[in-house]
C-alpha cells in the first residue's frame, strides 16, 4: 500500500483548459497516489473526457501543470506518453477487427521498441529476439485476462466483454505505470460489470499498477476505487474516499439535483 508521505505518482495542479468562450475544466487540482485505483465521476459535460485528453497530450491547457512521477507530462509529444508509462483505453473499442486477439494485443508493445526502421526491415538477430520477448509479454497479459482460448480468432466474431478484455490486454503490454480507463463498463451487463471489477483489482494488484478510471457506472467505481474525484462544469467538487463522496451534498445535487 502507498504511505501517505510518498509523492503522489500524478499531480495536476490548476489545470484549465478553454475552447473558445467554453471552459471545460476550471483550475482542476487533485493528486493519484502509486498503487491506488482513483475514479473521476460527473455527469455528463463535466470535463471528464477532456481532463483524460489532456493526461494523454491529445490537448493542451492555458493553465496549471501535470507532474507524472514529479516530472512536467506537457514537455512531451503525445506519441511519447506511452513510452513514460502511461497507457489508455478508450470508451469506443479501437481494435483492429480482422486481426486475432493475439495480434491485437502485441501491438500494445510497439511503443517500447528500440528497433529502428532498417533493422526491422533487414530482420536482425536484435529484432528477432525483441520480437520473441514481446510474444511471451502478450502471451502473459491474454492468460491474465484470460483470453487464451480465444487468442487465435479475429476480435470481430468475440462478445462485447471480451473485446474489452482484449484492449485491457492490449493497454497493459506497454507496461505501463499509470493506466487510464475511459468508461469500460459501458456497453457492459450487470454480471460482466461485477467480473470487471474483479478483474480491476486483480490487474491491479498482480502488476502493481496505478489507475484512474472515468467512470458513469456508480456501483462499479465506489466498489474499487480507493479514491473518487468529482467535477461538475468543469470544477471539481469534492475529492475523497468513496464513502465522503457518496455523502457529499454537491455530488447529490450534481447527479439528482437536490439537497442530500
Do not use: W
Not at 510518498?6 to 476550471?26: C, E, K, S
Not at 485528453?53 to 490537448?59: A, E, G, K, T, W
Not at 509529444?77 to 513510452?83: D, F, G, L, Y
Not at 478508450?90 to 481494435?95: G, I, K, M, S, V
Amino acid at each position: 500500500m502507498p504511505i501517505a508521505d510518498d509523492p503522489p505518482l500524478l499531480d495536476v495542479r490548476g489545470v484549465t483548459v478553454r475552447f473558445g468562450g467554453i471552459t471545460a475544466l476550471d483550475r482542476v487540482s487533485f493528486q493519484v497516489r502509486a498503487g491506488t485505483i482513483a475514479g473521476l465521476i460527473g455527469p455528463n459535460g463535466a470535463g471528464k473526457t477532456t481532463l483524460f485528453n489532456c493526461l494523454s497530450r491529445l490537448y493542451g491547457f492555458s493553465e496549471g501543470s501535470i507532474l507524472f512521477e514529479g516530472r512536467p507530462l506537457q514537455e512531451h509529444a503525445a506519441h511519447r506518453i506511452a513510452a513514460l508509462g502511461i497507457s489508455r483505453t478508450f470508451q469506443n473499442l479501437a481494435l483492429f477487427r480482422t486481426m486475432s486477439v493475439r495480434d491485437n494485443v502485441m501491438v500494445g508493445g510497439h511503443c517500447r521498441s528500440s528497433s529502428g526502421f532498417l533493422s526491422n526491415a533487414l530482420r536482425l538477430p536484435a529484432v528477432r529476439r525483441e520480437e520473441q520477448a514481446l510474444g511471451e509479454q502478450a502471451n502473459r497479459m491474454i492468460e491474465l485476462l484470460e483470453l487464451g482460448p480465444v487468442a487465435r480468432r479475429p476480435v470481430s466474431d468475440l462478445p462485447f466483454g471480451t473485446q474489452k478484455r482484449v484492449e485491457f490486454a492490449r493497454a497493459l503490454l506497454s507496461r505501463p505505470t499509470l493506466l487510464l480507463l475511459d468508461e469500460p463498463a459501458a456497453g457492459l451487463n450487470h454480471e460482466e460489470v461485477d467480473e470487471l471489477r474483479q478483474l480491476l483489482r486483480r490487474i491491479q494488484a498482480e502488476l502493481a499498477l496505478t489507475i484512474l478510471l472515468v467512470e458513469h457506472h456508480m456501483n462499479l467505481v465506489m466498489r474499487v476505487s480507493d479514491q473518487v474525484v468529482a467535477l461538475d462544469f468543469g470544477r471539481k467538487i469534492v475529492d475523497g474516499t468513496p464513502a465522503q463522496v457518496q455523502a457529499d451534498p454537491d455530488v447529490v445535487r450534481a447527479y439528482l439535483g437536490v439537497e442530500a
